[in-house]
């Protein structure tokens, strides 16, 4: 039902199955005073509003503990480093990036543990879905990360949470019920302000297929297996990550533009540490807006960084070319796709020897 004002109620029932309480826990929250409502009748009526900074003051408040991270890699008896369990890295970022490299995590984590001090500034040059980046301060694995991303339609979300209103970020995603037309909306508005920009992201993000945010990329319509769009949709997740993002903001530091100047600005200094994941050459086209780069210019950067570095490539020839010019090591590791397919992927570096156990 609507108040004079425009303003949707719901019954205690239907609250209560918004929110995954069973009625009798929802009315007593109601009675403590928790979730505002007013008395109709022997029911109560909670405001769609209220009930949306509810679930949000339920997802924010108390602060997830991760678990310590596993430092070394997963090994079989003879040594050789086995398939990471993506399951047990934690699932940090609000995007689900095509290309992201969660399952890559344990790399990242052992790389920077190899090295002799800890890095002052973690860089990710291209950062996307920024799991690198919010895995090294999560787990205080570098002071602080610099968060590189081209796509305005993706660094807006990465400023609203560091440096924006992500409270109201949180609010509307919270309150937001997908349907064809809210989708449509959602989107069409995304030039209003950097709010409904990176509100327009996330929408897309989530009702597209794959996560792919470049031009021309097909919305669903139904949802997974006909369910409709809110089976694509988990706001309490969502605004959880947003909200212990947003926690360690100090420490993040959100940067729109070419990842390529920022690491030329940043060659000379001794403390960074650079995890550089561009678009792969071949497939980076249907993913990413911005995948056209200079592939030597980019090795030529690497080989005057002062900082360490661990790149991750697809297997191209012409990337082990450029490798091997500069006298990078490369190690190939086995991934599996989204789809079950079995990929080979290149890890470069300067020094690779903490590859190897012992
Ligand atoms: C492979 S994806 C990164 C995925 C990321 N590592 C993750 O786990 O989510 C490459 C990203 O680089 C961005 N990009 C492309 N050219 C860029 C440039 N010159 N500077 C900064 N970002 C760029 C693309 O928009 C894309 O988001």
Same mark, same amino acid.
Request: aromatic letters at 6%; proline letters at 6%; a positive charge.
């Given at each position: 039902? =609507?108040?004079?004002?425009?303003?949707?109620?719901?019954?205690?029932?239907?609250?209560?199955?918004?929110?995954?309480?069973?009625?009798?826990?929802?009315?007593?929250?109601?009675?403590?005073?928790?979730?505002?409502?007013?008395?109709?009748?022997?029911?109560?009526?909670?405001?769609?509003?209220?009930?949306?900074?509810?679930?949000?003051?339920?997802?924010?408040?108390?602060?997830? !503990?991760?678990?310590?991270? &596993?430092v070394?890699l997963?090994?079989?008896?003879?040594?050789?480093i086995?398939?990471?369990?993506?399951?047990?890295?934690?699932?940090?970022?609000?995007?689900?990036?095509?290309?992201?490299k969660?399952?890559l995590i344990p790399y990242v984590r052992a790389w920077l543990h190899s090295s002799p001090s800890r890095p002052r500034l973690f860089v990710e040059p291209f950062?996307?879905?920024?799991?690198a980046s919010? +895995?090294a301060?999560?787990?205080?694995l570098a002071?602080?990360a610099m968060?590189?991303?081209?796509?305005?339609?993706?660094?807006?979300?990465? /400023?609203?949470?560091?440096?924006?209103?992500? &409270? #109201?970020?949180?609010?509307?995603?919270?309150?937001?019920?997908?349907?064809? =037309?809210?989708?449509?909306?959602?989107?069409?508005?995304?030039?209003?302000?950097?709010?409904?920009?990176?509100?327009?992201?996330?929408?897309?993000?989530?009702?597209?297929?794959?996560?792919?945010?470049?031009?021309?990329?097909?919305?669903?319509?139904?949802?997974?297996?006909? /369910?409709?769009? +809110?089976? !694509?949709?988990?706001?309490? +997740?969502?605004?959880?990550?947003?909200?212990?993002?947003?926690? !360690?903001?100090?420490?993040?530091?959100?940067?729109?533009?070419?990842g390529f100047?920022v690491m030329r600005a940043l060659a000379s200094s001794d403390g960074a540490a650079y995890f550089v994941d561009p678009?792969? +050459?071949?497939?980076? !086209?249907?993913?990413?807006? $911005?995948?056209?780069?200079d592939h030597s210019e980019l090795f030529r950067i690497l080989a005057r960084l002062e900082g360490s570095f661990l790149a991750t490539y697809d297997d191209a020839?012409e990337i082990r070319a450029l490798a091997d010019k500069h006298g990078f090591a490369v190690h190939v590791i086995?991934?599996?796709?989204? $789809?079950?397919? #079995? /990929? #080979?992927e290149l890890l470069i570096s300067r020094d690779l020897a903490w590859l190897t156990p012992g």
């Open positions: 039902m =609507e108040d004079l004002f425009g303003q949707h109620y719901l019954s205690s029932n239907d609250a209560a199955q918004v929110l995954g309480y069973t009625v009798q826990h929802t009315r007593l929250l109601i009675r403590q005073g928790q979730l505002p409502a007013q008395k109709l009748g022997r029911d109560w009526l909670v405001s769609q509003g209220d009930l949306a900074r509810f679930r949000v003051s339920q997802t924010t408040s108390p602060p997830r !503990r991760l678990d310590t991270p &596993e070394t997963p090994r079989a008896p003879n040594g050789e086995s398939a990471v369990n993506v399951s047990q890295v934690p699932q940090l970022s609000p995007f689900r990036y095509p290309g992201g969660t399952w950062a996307g879905g920024a799991i919010l +895995t301060v999560f787990e205080d002071e602080r968060i590189v991303e081209m796509d305005e339609d993706v660094s807006v979300v990465w /400023k609203v949470i560091l440096r924006g209103d992500y &409270e #109201q970020l949180m609010q509307r995603i919270m309150e937001f019920l997908p349907s064809p =037309e809210s989708v449509r909306l959602a989107i069409s508005e995304q030039g209003l302000s950097p709010l409904h920009h990176a509100f327009a992201t996330i929408v897309r993000n989530r009702m597209a297929r794959g996560g792919i945010l470049a031009p021309g990329a097909g919305i669903v319509k139904n949802g997974e297996n006909g /369910k409709g769009l +809110t089976s !694509r949709w988990y706001p309490e +997740t969502l605004c959880r990550r947003i909200g212990e993002i947003a926690r !360690r903001r100090k420490r993040l530091d959100p940067l729109g533009g070419d100047g678009p792969y +050459t071949v497939a980076g !086209r249907r993913l990413y807006k $911005h995948s056209e780069m020839q086995a991934m599996k796709t989204t $789809h079950h397919l #079995q /990929k #080979q």
